[in-house]
């Protein structure tokens, strides 16, 4: 992008790098039988994408949400999977203990998040709980200088495999009553439930964490009680940003394999690309792809800038986010029938891109949720609800 920095320049060359020699040569293993590449976390860590927004002073790589897009961006090109366990690592829970985490929490949870020695996760949804966040049931009682948790959540990207959890509880009776707490591994009460199977992503585990009486000391509440609600918002909008490069990755890397593809492929004694159908679909994929791009890192410059306004954040965030998201699964929908048949088998990435595109039109907030916060906000919420 033309305002990418030397430093983002920089990154975007180390990622690509570390993406070409960790990342591809493991995914279709991985992503047949649903592992997890442990290891790239720790070459992450030396690399210092861990705490990619943390402050150097608090051991972080001090950059923004530009720069973490572009590490999204050149991963998710090799491997979404595991990019979207880093997703949910250094912007679900690192981001979020350094922004919002006392010095004690910090300096407890930190440094072994950001060297990769642990995984970090975050506990938003539950089973009856996803679009409607607000509707969580999971309950943290006061007893004295601790809570006692009760209850589920649900689809959590790393839980089968993570050690520290950034988790979301019902502290009173009004909606908004929402309190954050770290949760460990190991914690009695606190278990990491069943591992889901997926269609996409399947080199991300994911899975469920259950409270059963499990008491956490007061220390391990993240800010006020009852008042997380705003943190929890802020960190959907830069999740939202962030997760958008994802779905780049995956449109560059469909693009790059469907057109190698059409200029190799002979049929009627021309190559694919010959015919203007064919044409027609790379075109419009690599101009899509353009707008998307721009939107997304636009969207990101001005986060990093501190251009916008609450409602204004949420809505680039969510346009960003809705456009790159459709994007990417029309687009890798299009490589697989540029490839035709090889295109629905395994011996060519693009299906693989397909399955790992759609979950990012779900998760972080679907399309629908998307809409509906663009639509509030040019509508305004009496004509938009
Ligand atoms: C692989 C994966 C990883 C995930 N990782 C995490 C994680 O790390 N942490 C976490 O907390 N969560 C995570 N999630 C959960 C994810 O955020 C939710 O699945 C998502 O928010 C949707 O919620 P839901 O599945 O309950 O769908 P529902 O809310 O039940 O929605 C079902 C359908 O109804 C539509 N709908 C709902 N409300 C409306 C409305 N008002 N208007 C129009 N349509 C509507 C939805 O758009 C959707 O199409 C993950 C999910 C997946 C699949």
């Known amino acids: ?28 293993k991985l992503d047949h039988e649903e592992g997890f590449n442990r290891d790239a976390f720790f070459k992450m860590g030396e690399l210092g994408l861990l705490g990619i927004t943390v402050s150097e002073e608090e051991g972080g790589a001090g950059m923004g949400a530009v720069s973490a897009t572009i590490a999204m961006e050149e991963m998710g090109a090799a491997d979404a999977s595991t990019t979207l366990s880093y997703l949910a690592h250094s912007i679900l829970c690192v981001n979020q203990i350094a922004k919002n985490g006392t010095a004690d929490q910090k300096k407890q949870f930190l440094p072994k998040l950001i060297s990769g020695e642990w995984i970090g996760g975050m506990g938003m949804s539950e089973p009856d709980a996803g679009s409607d966040a607000l509707g969580m049931k999971t309950k943290a009682i006061r007893q004295d200088h601790h809570y006692l948790l009760n209850g589920s959540k649900s689809w959590i990207t ?34 990491t439930g069943k591992k889901f199977s997926k269609m996409g992503m399947r080199a991300s585990p994911t899975g469920e964490l259950v409270f059963a009486n499990c008491s956490l000391p007061e220390g391990q509440r993240v800010g ?46 021309k190559p694919i690309g010959a015919f203007q159908q064919i044409q027609e679909r790379l075109t419009e994929a690599s101009a899509w792809y353009e707008a998307c791009r721009s939107l997304t890192y636009q969207a990101a410059q001005m986060w990093d800038l501190g251009l916008m306004q609450d409602r204004e954040a949420s809505m680039m965030a969510a346009k960003a986010k809705l456009q790159s998201a459709q994007m990417a699964t029309q687009v890798a929908l299009d490589a697989i029938q540029i490839l035709g048949g090889y295109g629905y088998t395994r011996e060519f990435p693009v299906e693989r891109y397909m399955r790992d595109a759609k979950l990012i039109e779900i998760g972080a907030g679907t399309n629908e949720i998307l809409r509906i916060i663009i639509a509030r906000q040019m509508l305004g919420t009496d004509v938009a609800g």
Not at 14 to 21: G, K, P, T
Not at 159 to 182: K, N, Q
Request: with cysteine; proline share 3%.
């Open 1 to 28: 992008m033309w305002y990418f920095s030397d430093e983002h320049r920089i990154l975007q060359e180390s990622v690509r790098q570390f993406a070409i020699q960790e990342l591809t040569p493991r995914i279709e």
């Open 158 to 191: 790393n839980g089968p495999i993570g050690d520290v959890f950034y988790c979301y509880a019902r502290t009173g009776e009004e909606r908004t009553d929402i309190s954050t707490f770290l949760v460990q591994r190991g914690t009695p009460g606190f278990s």
């Open 224 to 269: 006020q009680e009852g008042k997380s609600i705003k943190m929890m918002m802020q960190n959907l909008d830069l999740e939202r940003i962030t997760i958008s490069g994802i779905s780049l990755g995956i449109a560059r890397s469909s693009i790059e394999v469907a057109t190698r593809y059409a200029k190799e492929r002979m049929a009627f004694g």
